[in-house]
């Protein structure tokens, strides 16, 4: 049986599994990451502490048992932490651009465009270059740009990334 095709179920339960209650099932074909059935479950409920899969019939592993726990906050944001300090080290030093931007509400509202997509139509955005050394600093830097917390989100670009300039004014 093509891998694909598959169904598989899996459980959400608010305490352990059998002991607690079932909040719902979730069916899908093919393969799904622990991340992926995880961040499924959390849309569905807050409430699920435990999630117990069931493998399709046809799949090798049926039978075997199958069950995640929801991780901890802590254990949530250690992880950030480290996938944050390992994102500096790694930066650390290096040239980027920064792509500041700060949303400003349209009295308009929002406008769709012709891929259906929804945008916002205005905003006000800075690009600057500078040395990496942390997150925090830039911040500081759209901080200074737009004023303390004035600022909505900013991209990070290593300096090779970009591409040559197709016009020039000025």
């Known amino acids: 049986m093509d891998p694909e095709a598959m169904k598989h179920k899996a459980s959400l339960w608010d305490?352990?599994?059998g002991t607690s209650r079932h909040i719902t099932d979730v069916?899908?074909?093919g393969d799904i990451t622990p991340e992926e059935l995880i961040d499924v479950a959390d849309q569905i409920t807050t409430e699920w502490q435990t999630i117990d899969l069931e493998?399709?019939?046809?799949h090798p592993s049926h039978g075997q048992v199958f069950r995640l726990q929801r991780p901890s906050q802590n254990a949530l944001e250690d992880a950030s932490a480290l996938s944050i300090a390992q994102a500096e080290d790694e930066l650390a030093g290096k040239y980027v651009w920064v792509h500041c931007c700060q949303?400003?509400?349209?009295?308009?509202?929002?406008?769709?465009?012709e891929d259906g997509?929804?945008?916002?139509?205005?905003?006000?955005?800075?690009?600057f270059s500078m040395e990496f050394t942390s997150f925090d600093d830039v911040a500081a830097q759209c901080d200074e740009n737009f004023g303390e917390d004035a600022w909505s989100e900013y991209e990070l670009y290593l300096d090779d990334?970009?591409?040559?300039?197709?016009?020039h004014y000025g």
């Open 161 to 167: 990334d970009l591409p040559a300039p197709i016009a």
């Open 55 to 58: 493998l399709d019939p046809a």
């Open 117 to 127: 997509r929804t945008y916002r139509r205005l905003f006000r955005t800075v690009m």
């Open 27 to 29: 069916h899908w074909e």
């Open 15 to 17: 305490g352990d599994y």
């Open 103 to 113: 949303h400003v509400d349209d009295p308009e509202g929002d406008t769709e465009g």
